[in-house]
């Protein structure tokens, strides 16, 4: 049995403009001890399929349809007290920014010690001892005497290192990262990305990486998921996706990287802008900005496609022989 099945989750707001709809039939599932990495542009519903996962959405957030299992039992329409217990102890969420996600005005020690008595049974000197110990396996230095300090006294690389010990200080089965690594220098990065890959190990634990940064996936992730307007456009293996792209988008995200091979040539951006997702078309919803893209393409919406094994497409230029 899969660890967490994602099957057709369509996620929407309500505004007062009308409905925005954020995920639109996206599925997938997710191993023990496997690393999937979700990517797309802002936009892309990457983050709020993660909140869908974890059913933290805003106020005008509601998930429309499908279903999200976490082994085997359904969470979907599950009430807050099944939740309270699956957020924190079983799945983990790394938000966006270290920064602003932790309480200046409180200690690290009291922030970690907090969220360990809340989803543990351990009493406040046993919870001070794993605040210790995970910060410890972060490697945060000295962190008898860190836990006593203030956000304010950490660097931004240290604060994430913080996040990701709050994350797992209850040992959880599935870690999502949240663009974990997105405000922080790329030396910094590194670290926090080779730090990740360590604990995975360590812990056997399954992580959920969302990130706009292809780098970041290649060096971590098993599987890849691309996302488009809230839809999957292409999942596979690392070397599917790099190697082998099969639909536009991600043909346009790879040609958008700067190598070493570019130096003094122009970056090459995907044109255009994001779909309006208030106005979903009847196709393909990158195909304004593709300059591949054909009649079928603006008329109808290409179903997943089997590439290889395990390597799936939704792109029209697969099937461009039939036309």
């Not at 005008?60 to 924190?88: C, H, N, P, Y």
Request: aromatic share 6%; glycine share 8%.
């Amino acid at each position: 049995m899969a660890l967490l099945e994602v099957n057709d989750l369509h996620t929407s707001f309500f505004t007062d403009a009308g409905e925005v709809k954020a995920v639109n039939g996206v599925s997938f599932t997710l191993e023990k001890n496997k690393v999937l990495g979700i990517v797309g542009e802002s936009g892309s519903g990457k983050s709020v399929t993660a909140y869908s996962i974890m059913q933290i959405l805003a106020s005008t957030g509601k998930i429309v349809s499908g279903s999200v299992k976490f082994k085997g039992q359904e969470l979907v329409g599950a009430g807050e007290d099944v939740m309270s217990g699956i957020r924190g102890n079983r799945i983990s969420i790394i938000f966006q920014d270290p920064m602003t996600s932790l309480n200046p005005t409180l200690t690290i020690g009291f922030q970690l010690m907090e969220a360990i008595m809340m989803h543990t049974d351990r009493n406040r000197e046993q919870a001070k001892e794993r605040a210790i110990e995970i910060l410890r396996l972060v490697n945060v230095n000295e962190p008898e005497k860190r836990i006593k300090q203030y956000p304010f006294e950490f660097s931004g690389g240290m604060r994430q290192r913080v996040m990701i010990a709050m994350a797992l200080a209850c040992e959880p089965d599935i870690l999502i990262a949240d663009e974990p690594t997105t405000a922080l220098d790329v030396t910094i990065q590194a670290g926090i990305l080779d730090l990740m890959k360590d604990i995975q190990k360590k812990e056997g634990m399954a992580i959920i990486m969302i990130t706009h940064d292809l780098g970041v996936v290649a060096q971590l992730c098993d599987e890849i998921i691309v996302m488009y307007a809230g839809s999957i456009c292409e999942k596979g293996t690392a070397d599917d996706i790099f190697y082998h792209p099969s639909h536009e988008y991600t043909k346009g995200l790879l040609a958008s990287i700067p190598t070493a091979e570019m130096a003094g040539q122009r970056l090459k951006p995907i044109t255009g802008t994001p779909i309006d997702l208030l106005n979903m078309p009847k196709g393909c919803p990158f195909a304004p900005r593709c300059a591949a893209a054909m009649k079928v393409c603006v008329r109808e919406h290409a179903n997943m496609a089997q590439i290889s094994d395990g390597h799936m497409a939704a792109c029209w230029m697969n099937e461009k022989k039939s036309y």
